[in-house]
């Protein structure tokens, strides 16, 4: 069975950074999209970022942009967002997602209803 844990949410100020990590198990993370999502209070799920193992297969939401970093650590079936110059609209729960690549569509990365697999979500607060 595939599991997705995150961690490294948090309280941070704007301008800082965090990083979160999504820990996968059941599954080998080489033949899997992972995708970050991300929900604010009454606001709808927003598609963060995706990487995948074909080759230009990472990207990000124009919001995050510049700001954000994905990387994957096949060794430790992890996947990570590394998250600079936080600004308080970044405020949400952000959760990891994942999805065979054989059903994965670069077009509709940010998609949620293609990813198969959830993780529980971790809670980001930018504030001063």
């Known amino acids: 069975q595939v599991q997705l844990v995150e961690s490294g949410g948090g309280l941070v100020q704007p301008g800082g950074s965090l990083r979160l990590s999504c820990a996968v198990s059941?599954?080998?993370?080489?033949?899997?999209?992972i995708g970050w999502f991300r929900q604010a209070p009454g606001k709808e799920r927003e598609g963060v970022s995706c990487?995948?193992?074909?080759?230009?297969?990472?990207l990000y939401a124009d919001s995050v942009k510049g700001r954000f970093t994905i990387s994957r650590d096949n060794a430790k079936n992890t996947v990570y967002l590394q998250m600079n110059s936080l600004k308080p609209e970044d405020t949400a729960v952000y959760y990891c997602?994942?999805?065979?690549?054989?059903?994965?569509?670069?077009?509709?990365?940010?998609?949620?209803?293609?990813?198969?697999?959830w993780g529980q979500g971790a809670q980001v607060t930018v504030s001063s």
């Open positions: 997602a994942a999805v065979s690549t054989l059903s994965f569509v670069l077009t509709g990365w940010a998609t949620g209803g293609m990813y198969r697999y």
């Open positions: 990487i995948s193992s074909c080759p230009g297969c990472t």
């Open positions: 059941g599954c080998t993370l080489d033949y899997y999209a």
